[in-house]
């Protein structure tokens, strides 16, 4: 259902839903990955905060969109819930989306990859509030960078001529 949804009249509900899901989950999750503090999970995140970066700056939206969909997965995955490690389809799936129905911005950022560092540099620090921190602002820049591509097109839309 969250595959097909993305794409249907209701997508604009569908994807705030998504986004409001991980806002909620994510940050938490975060906090969970950073008090294990396991190096290996550090190296694995900054691998592809950088393969996001490399496709970021050749403008080639769909290796960005694996490498934040692996980055979000090992977020989720490593903080040890496993109902949190279950929601890496659903952010693969809203990433995915966002793609597919040309929701990313038309140059792809390279500031959120900070952010993915940081958050990289918490986990391996054992700072679950400063990796929470990094999440909740991943999460936000995500969400309004959505919002802004969908009221630039309904204002697109709108200015049509009939």
């Known amino acids: ?6 794409a249907s009249p209701g997508r604009e509900a569908q994807l705030r839903e998504l986004a409001e899901l991980r806002a909620a989950v994510e940050p938490a999750a975060a906090a969970l990955t950073a008090s294990r503090h396991d190096p290996r999970v550090r190296d694995e995140l900054t691998t592809h905060a950088r393969a ?16 934040d969909a692996a980055f979000h997965r090992v977020l989720l995955t490593e903080s040890g819930n496993g109902m949190f490690a279950q929601l890496a389809e659903v952010t693969e ?21 900070g952010l ?29 960078e959505v919002e802004q591509i969908l009221a630039d097109s309904r204002e697109y839309v709108t200015e049509v001529p009939r």
């Open 116 to 144: 993915r560092h940081e958050f990289a540099e918490a986990v391996v620090a054992g700072r679950a509030a400063g990796a929470a921190q990094a999440a909740a602002a991943i999460v936000g820049r995500a969400r309004a």
């Open 52 to 67: 996001m970066d490399t496709a970021a700056r050749e403008g080639d939206g769909q290796a960005y969109v694996t490498a």
């Open 1 to 6: 259902m969250i595959r097909w949804r993305p």
């Open 93 to 113: 799936v809203l990433l995915e989306a966002r793609r597919e129905l040309l929701l990313l911005p038309v140059r792809l950022e390279t500031t959120a990859i």
